[in-house]
């Protein structure tokens, strides 16, 4: 397996996790809010706050999963429980 489609997987397959041991808050103004404890690898996460999927802060213990985070973790789920 090649470097860059293992650092696809590990994406992949960090989102897939923090979606699925997610909980679900109710925002300032009322809106749903996914979020997940922050216990994977800073590189990782770097990574998917740069993609636009998750948004954190270094001084909370948890994250949140964007939108399109939580398209993609379905996504990727779906495709998992298929394989």
């Given amino acids: 397996m090649k470097k ?7 994406l992949d397959l960090t989102l897939s ?3 699925l041991c997610c909980w679900e808050e109710r925002g300032v ?3 749903k809010i996914r979020r997940a404890w922050k216990g994977y ?6 990574k998917l706050m740069e ?5 954190f ?7 949140y999963i964007t939108e399109g985070g939580e ?6 789920l779906s495709r998992f429980e298929k394989a």
């Fill in 4 to 10: 860059d489609s293992k650092n696809q997987l590990l």
């Fill in 17 to 19: 996790l923090a979606y």
């Fill in 29 to 31: 103004q009322g809106e």
């Fill in 41 to 46: 690898d800073f590189g990782v996460l770097d």
């Fill in 51 to 55: 993609e636009g999927l998750i948004d």
């Fill in 57 to 63: 802060s270094y001084k909370n213990k948890s994250l």
């Fill in 71 to 76: 398209e993609r973790a379905k996504k990727l």
